[in-house]
């Protein structure tokens, strides 16, 4: 693996534990009724793609990591649903809202690149 891919890989999970921090930190917010429901299917989610992450940087070869990278794409999609429902029963702040989709906009278009730059080789 390439110094730059290395990096990269850095980069998308610093960016990937910001996710959970901010996401752990919103969920203890919601109301009681849903703290097992929504919230708790949010964080199963962040964990699902964090698992999805680790084995995407740790598989070899590069072809490889798309099945996870995939995955992982997936994932962003299934967890932007469960933040849009939070938002529209207002769980959420609309503020909150649109940080937690630049969180995962920033995050979508690493994972771009990555899947990328996995597929051309």
């Known amino acids: 693996m390439s110094n730059q891919s290395k990096r990269d890989n850095l980069a998308i999970y610093q960016k990937y534990t910001e996710l959970i921090y ?3 930190d919103i969920v203890r917010k919601f109301p ?3 703290r097992f429901v929504l919230a708790e299917e949010i964080k199963k989610t962040i964990y699902t793609g964090l698992r999805l992450l680790m084995y995407a940087i740790k598989a070899y070869p590069p072809n490889n990591k798309v099945k ?3 995955e992982l794409d997936t994932n962003l999609c299934l967890l932007k649903v469960h933040i ?3 938002h529209r029963y207002k769980y ?3 503020q ?3 940080s937690w989709c630049n969180i995962i906009t ?3 278009n690493m994972l771009g690149g990555w899947l990328n730059s996995c597929q051309k080789r």
Do not use: G, Q, W
Request: glycine residues 0%.
């Open 32 to 34: 009681k009724s849903e």
């Open 68 to 70: 996870y990278l995939e």
């Open 92 to 94: 959420i702040s609309t």
């Open 96 to 98: 909150n809202y649109n």
């Open 106 to 108: 920033d995050i979508c």
């Open 84 to 86: 849009r429902l939070a």
């Open 22 to 24: 901010y996401t752990n």
